[in-house]
């Protein structure tokens, strides 16, 4: 099963970050991501379990699709 996530994709979170944004982008993937606020600049890593159910929808995917 492809991964729905990839590095460099931005997605819009539930809860906004204190700094008042809810766009993030991802930096790292795996049994944790590692998240980086697009308002800010603040890093965060957080269970993938956690951030999957955080996340709204995807603003920008750089998921490869497997046709390529």
Request: charged share 35%; aromatic share 6%.
């Amino acid at each position: 099963m492809p991964d729905r996530f990839a590095i460099g994709d931005v997605v819009e979170m539930k809860k906004p970050h204190p700094c008042g944004s809810k766009e993030w982008e991802v930096l790292r993937t795996g049994a944790d991501f590692r998240i980086k606020c697009k308002g800010c600049g603040h890093t965060v890593m957080i269970p993938r379990t956690k951030f999957e159910k955080g996340v709204k929808k995807i603003l920008i995917s750089n998921v490869k699709n497997e046709d390529e």
